[in-house]
């Protein structure tokens, strides 16, 4: 009879509840202890080292000084391809590692780091 009793109580909703919450919460503090842990980030100096399909993105950094305002500003990668425009040789050069600066009409725009 005791194995009728376990799951009677299995099969009653409020003990059915009191599972399902107990397992909701040990997801939650999994998921809270996941989050407080610190993702360690990389620094990359040397385009080289730069996954390809990230030299342009939001997460690199281009140094950019104006010829005009003699002033110097930072980018991030994608509004560095949109300097290097319709210059498809540039982009391949740079994407494969063997340029890191290019020159534009207006500015000179050199790669920085990029962080992941």
């Known amino acids: 009879m005791k194995n009728n009793d376990a799951e009677e109580m299995l099969l009653n909703n409020a003990s059915l509840d009191e599972l ?23 620094e990359y100096t040397d385009i080289k080292d730069v996954p390809k399909d990230k030299i342009f993105s939001k997460n690199s950094v281009f140094r ?5 305002t003699k002033s110097e500003t930072f980018i991030n ?13 540039i982009r391949k050069k740079m994407l494969q ?6 020159t534009t009409d207006d500015c000179y ?8």
């Open 77 to 89: 990668g994608i509004q560095a391809d949109a300097y290097i425009g319709i210059q498809d040789i």
């Open 109 to 116: 725009i050199k790669f920085e780091k990029a962080v992941f």
């Open 64 to 68: 950019c000084f104006n010829r005009n």
């Open 97 to 102: 590692g063997e340029l890191n600066a290019f």
């Open 20 to 42: 399902i919450k107990m397992r909701i919460e040990k997801e939650f503090m999994e998921d809270l202890k996941k989050a407080k842990e610190k993702t360690k980030k990389v």
